[in-house]
């Protein structure tokens, strides 16, 4: 089975400082790993994610997000945080073994961030 | 490029009544997948298609629910009789096949059974 565990219901960072989104995951297989972001009354929108290769990745709106084997861990990272970024967050798992998980992600509970002025 | 397109967005109905939700994928796409999102929660999994074919659905899609993408394109989402417990946020996605994997989410249908 696959989880995912977003340990910080909310995060609150003051503008123009670092913001670190936690996420840790299980799987059986190689996992694909996935940050999303949600907007009130709006669907989920792709920031990023990790398939293989580089253990940084970078995404959209200056966000990346750093793939850690032996923590199990992917961490969704912004060097300076902006009011605009103020949203839910999802991490989200896939198992790579397709046959063990089929095509579906699985979500974490999600991280409120707030970014103050 | 259009993105994913879901209608109603909003859907009140009444407990024992049945509901259709319709979910219009990224026209290139060939997957297709229906999620459910309750307040404060992480979107949960209910069913997987490729083409028409859906390939896989979750225990959570009780015998009330019913899902179809009978062309390969737009997608329906049934259910029937429907309970309190059924009051939630209904999100489509859908994705490319051959090695993109990240899926692209409609804005929702959001349900509210009184």
């Known amino acids: 089975a696959q989880s995912v565990a977003q340990p910080e219901d909310q995060v609150n960072v003051a503008e123009g400082n670092p913001l670190t989104v936690k996420c840790t995951y299980s799987v059986s297989g190689n996992p694909y790993l996935f940050w999303y972001v949600q907007y009130p009354n709006r669907g989920l929108q792709f920031l990023l994610k990790y398939i293989t290769g580089d253990n940084l990745v970078k995404g959209s709106y200056g966000f990346e997000a750093e793939f850690n084997k032996s923590q199990t861990s992917f961490h969704l990272k912004k060097p300076s945080a902006l009011v605009s970024d103020s949203a839910l967050y999802f991490c989200a798992v896939r198992d790579g073994m397709i046959k063990a998980a089929g095509n579906k992600l699985t979500f974490g509970g999600g991280t409120r961030v707030l970014v103050k002025p | 490029d259009t993105g994913v397109s879901q209608n109603p967005r909003h859907k009140i109905t009444k407990r024992g009544q049945n509901v259709t939700f319709r979910c219009d994928p990224i026209?290139?796409?060939?997957?297709l997948y229906w999620y459910r999102q309750t307040l404060g929660q992480g979107p949960e999994f209910l069913t997987y298609?490729?083409?028409?074919?859906?390939?896989?659905k979750s225990r959570l899609l009780s015998d009330r629910f019913s899902a179809e993408r009978p062309k390969g394109s737009f997608s329906t989402l049934e259910i029937q009789r429907t309970e309190q417990g059924d009051s939630a946020m209904y999100l489509c996605?859908?994705?490319?096949?051959?090695?993109?994997?990240?899926?692209?989410f409609g804005p929702g249908t959001r349900l509210t059974v009184t």
């Open positions: 298609f490729q083409n028409e074919a859906q390939l896989e």
């Open positions: 996605a859908s994705s490319a096949s051959g090695g993109t994997y990240e899926q692209y």
């Open positions: 026209s290139e796409h060939n997957r």
